[in-house]
């Protein structure tokens, strides 16, 4: 019988067991998880709503929504198992998704209910999961695979895995050593993003030692922290705004939504979307930018014009009162801070080159990047096993036969709206159907 081992139960991996045990009934398919539980993760996702997948992540989609070395592997992977495909299989699962927009939901806004649909189609399948187990190296001997790990156990509970576990297990107070073999192993470990849910970046590790490359990983989808932070003053208010990423002064990518303003720095979706590339322009020590966009529904000439007329039949208000009727209260002064305005300036004080000066500011003031705020509170890592060492079509290494990697453990990471489930689903899927031809 072929022993299919799935390291860690993740997304990814969790999808790669469902899909490998339906297509090899016979197989033994077997995930190991560090964890005292599979799918943590999961169930922390879309603010405990789980942001399943989206409908722009179909291979045609692909520029706008992933990032990589090597975009055509996602383009590849996304035109075998798009978004479509997701929704199939978790209807197969019983779950019954809804649509906001383009994201997905389940439809009971619960992500437990993703897990829950995930664990019981495992069970049914007869899928064995092993938690509290780390895999401490994997090695591939001939034909086989040998997967040396350490198993957690509570005070005074025998270990989970006997008998189960090959080899002999050595007592070590809390900790218990084992061997499985397996006869394919799908590495699903996750990378560096939110390490609480132990994804600690064990998985990079494991695949170098398998002789995978790694390109570079920081944090994505994460706030971004300010040298002399323009606007701490601000800190708490939510303002509609657009926000570029400046790279060494070019701007690389640009999004638009709500952004808030922290004591530390920035945060929100559209400062999630560009903070991958601050954080590789960070790495190579690259001069990193945010352009803020205070009036994004507006030009340059507009903003003007209405600041003009603003301030057109009322010469005998201050400057501060004067935009109260456009910004947030506590904005005003750091905009006006910025232009070199005093606020207690009078209107008719205000000649045509200082009102050009507050127009040019509510339309770009460049916050400097000093940090993103780390892996931590990061959603999403970018970097990651070199995909052009990998199959595009089944996720199998091209370094080791019978060695599969998935998920986000990759060289590709989407934007926030589902884009990185949608990932770990594809991958996983593709991986397990392939592990068991
Ligand atoms: C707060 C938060 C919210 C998010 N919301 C969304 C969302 O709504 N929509 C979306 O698309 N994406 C979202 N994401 C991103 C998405 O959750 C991840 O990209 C995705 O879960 C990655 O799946 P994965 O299986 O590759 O890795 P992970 O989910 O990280 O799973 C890896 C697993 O491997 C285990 N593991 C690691 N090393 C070992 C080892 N040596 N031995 C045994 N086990 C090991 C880990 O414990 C973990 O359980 C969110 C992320 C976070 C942190």
Known sequence: MRRVGIIGGGAAGIVAAIAAARNDRQAEVFILEQNERIGRKILATGNGRCNLTNRQAVSSCVESCYRGEDIGFAKSVLAQFGYEDTLRFFSS???????RGDYAYPRSEQASAVLEVLELELKRLGVKIYCRVKVESVVKEQTRFCIRVTERFQDGKQGALIPEARGHGQRNEKMMKHTFRADRVILACGGMAAPVFGSDGNG????????HSVASVVPSLVQLRAKNHPFGKASGVRTEAA????????????????????AYGIS????????????????????SEVL?????????????????KLAGNRKNLTAEEWLAGIFNRKLIPRILEQAK?????????LDERKIREVAKKCKGIVLSVQDTNGFENAQVSAGGVRTREISPQTMESL?????????????????CGGFNLQWAWATGYLAGKAAVL
């Open 243 to 262: 926000v570029t990423a400046l790279v060494d002064g070019e701007a690389v990518f640009s999004d638009r939504g709500e952004v808030q303003i922290t």
């Open 268 to 287: 929100g979706i559209p400062v999630f979307q560009i903070s991958r590339f601050l954080a590789m322009g960070l790495l190579e020590k690259k001069r």
């Open 204 to 211: 990079f590790r494991l695949a170098k030692s398998l002789g």
């Open 93 to 99: 699962l019983g779950l019954v998704a809804r649509m």
């Open 292 to 308: 803020l966009d205070f009036l994004p529904e507006y030009s340059k000439k507009e903003v003007f014009g209405l600041l003009v």
């Open 341 to 349: 305005v005093r606020m207690q300036t009078q209107v008719s004080d």
């Open 399 to 415: 370094c080791v036969d019978g060695l599969y990697l998935v998920g986000e453990l990759l060289d590709v990471d989407g934007i």
